[in-house]
C-alpha cells in the first residue's frame, strides 16, 4: 500500500511569506507526527495529532507554526511570515497508534525542503 | 524530559569493518526504542527496534539489545559494507519520537 507523502517536495520561499505544508499519511494511521531536520541536525519533534486533535503541540517553535487535521487523514502545517532560521527539512510521519508506550513504529514521509530566501 | 545521546561521527571505516554506534537514553517510563536509517538522498525509514527491556532487534546484519540497566542501545555490525553508508539515528518513543543528534558513517572500499 501507498506509504506516507509528502507536498510540495521542495518549496523556496520569500522572507514574511506563508507557507503550508500538506501530509498524507497511511491510511488508518491515527497518529500523525511533524518533525524538523535542520541541515546537519538531528530531527525535532515539533507537533502531534492523536485522530484530529492535538494533544501535544509542545515542538512548535513559535506562534508563527500551526498545524491541523481533518478526517483522521490529511495535516497541514502552516507557518506565517517565514524566516530564514525555518528553513529545514520538514518530515511527517505516522503510526498506527500514539499511544505511550504501545511498541508500533512510525513511518516517515519523503519530507518538505523549506528554503526561505 | 526524555532524551537520547548518541556517539558523535562522522566515523569513517573500511570495508569488512566492525562498526559501532553508541546510544544511551533517559526516560521516566519504559519506552520502545529504535533505530532509524537515512541513506544519501532517501528518507528515514527504520532499520530496527526494541520494545522491553533485553530485546534485541535486528535486520541487515545490524543488531542493537535493549539494556535496561545500562539505559543502552548500542547499534553493531560485525562488517559493514560500502552500501552501509548512511547517516543512523538512535530513537526512544513513549509516544512521540526523541531522537539522537544522528551519526554520520562513511565505509571505503
Known amino acids: 500500500g501507498a506509504g506516507v507523502s509528502q507536498s510540495p517536495s521542495n518549496k523556496v520561499t520569500e522572507k514574511g511569506k506563508d507557507v503550508e505544508l500538506r501530509c498524507d499519511p497511511i491510511s488508518g494511521h491515527t497518529a500523525l507526527y511533524w518533525y524538523r531536520q535542520r541541515l546537519g541536525q538531528g530531527l525535532e519533534f515539533l507537533i502531534y495529532?492523536?485522530?484530529?486533535?492535538?494533544?501535544?503541540k509542545s515542538g512548535l517553535p513559535s506562534d508563527r507554526f500551526s498545524a491541523e487535521r481533518t478526517g483522521e487523514s490529511v495535516s497541514t502545517l502552516t507557518i506565517q511570515r517565514t524566516q530564514q532560521e525555518d528553513s529545514a527539512v520538514y518530515l511527517c510521519?505516522?503510526?498506527?497508534?500514539?499511544?505511550?508506550?504501545?511498541?508500533?513504529?512510525?513511518?516517515f514521509g519523503p519530507g518538505t525542503r523549506l528554503t526561505v530566501t | 524530559g526524555d532524551s537520547v545521546t548518541q556517539m558523535e561521527g562522522p566515523v569513517t571505516l573500511s570495508e569488512e569493518a566492525f562498526l559501532t554506534i553508541n546510544c544511551t537514553y533517559t526516560?521516566?517510563?519504559?519506552?520502545?526504542l529504535f533505530w532509524y536509517v537515512q541513506y544519501p538522498g532517501e528518507g528515514l525509514q527504520l532499520l530496527l527496534k526494541?520494545?522491553?527491556?533485553?530485546d534485541k532487534g535486528s535486520n541487515k546484519g545490524f543488531e542493537a539489545t535493549y539494556r535496561k540497566e545500562t539505559t543502552s542501545f548500542h547499534l553493531e555490525k560485525g562488517s559493514v559494507q560500502v552500501s552501509d553508508s548512511a547517516v543512523y539515528f538512535c530513537a526512544l518513543k513513549e509516544y512521540k519520537l526523541s531522537f539522537g543528534a544522528g551519526t554520520t558513517v562513511t565505509v571505503r572500499a
Open positions: 510521519a505516522s503510526s498506527l497508534s500514539g499511544l505511550a508506550g504501545d511498541p508500533y513504529e512510525q513511518y
Open positions: 526494541a520494545t522491553k527491556a533485553d
Open positions: 495529532f492523536q485522530g484530529n486533535s492535538a494533544p501535544d
Open positions: 526516560a521516566t517510563g519504559y519506552p520502545s
